[in-house]
């Protein structure tokens, strides 16, 4: 499985951004997907999963009302929406894709097997 993130760049605080997610193969039946980000110094942070078959979402209380986590099963693609960003929302992020994820594992980094190479996400003015 591999997975490719894109879409980061610079935004001023309050803006946006769309996350791009691209799997190797179809995925989203079977695997729960997932979004975390890493800030300089930091370790890796939970921000939000697509759990697998009816694509039920949940998200960090960091990100919650803010970042929106889609899919489009017809170009194979996960998104993640980041509106009202903040300077502390600085990070790379990555998806991430689980074949043994549950609920209560999700939102643990160590629980996925599987990442992409990371996009860079700097909210600054």
């Known amino acids: 499985v591999q997975l490719q993130a894109s879409g980061g760049g610079l935004v001023q605080p309050g803006g946006s951004l769309r996350l791009s997610c691209v799997p190797s193969?179809?995925?989203?039946?079977?695997?729960?997907l997932a979004w975390f980000r890493q800030a300089p110094g930091k370790e890796r942070e939970f921000v939000g999963v697509?759990?697998?078959?009816?694509?039920?979402?949940d998200y960090a209380d960091s990100v919650k009302g803010r970042f929106t986590i889609s899919r489009d099963t017809a170009k194979n693609t996960m998104y993640l929406q980041l509106n009202s960003l903040k300077p502390e929302d600085t990070a790379v992020y990555y998806c991430?894709?689980?074949?043994?994820?549950?609920?209560?594992?999700?939102?643990?980094?160590?629980?996925?097997?599987?990442w992409g190479q990371g996009t860079q996400v700097t909210v600054s003015s």
């Open positions: 193969g179809r995925l989203f039946t079977s695997y729960v």
């Open positions: 991430a894709a689980s074949r043994r994820a549950i609920v209560s594992t999700s939102t643990y980094a160590d629980t996925y097997d599987y």
């Open positions: 697509l759990r697998r078959g009816g694509g039920a979402t």
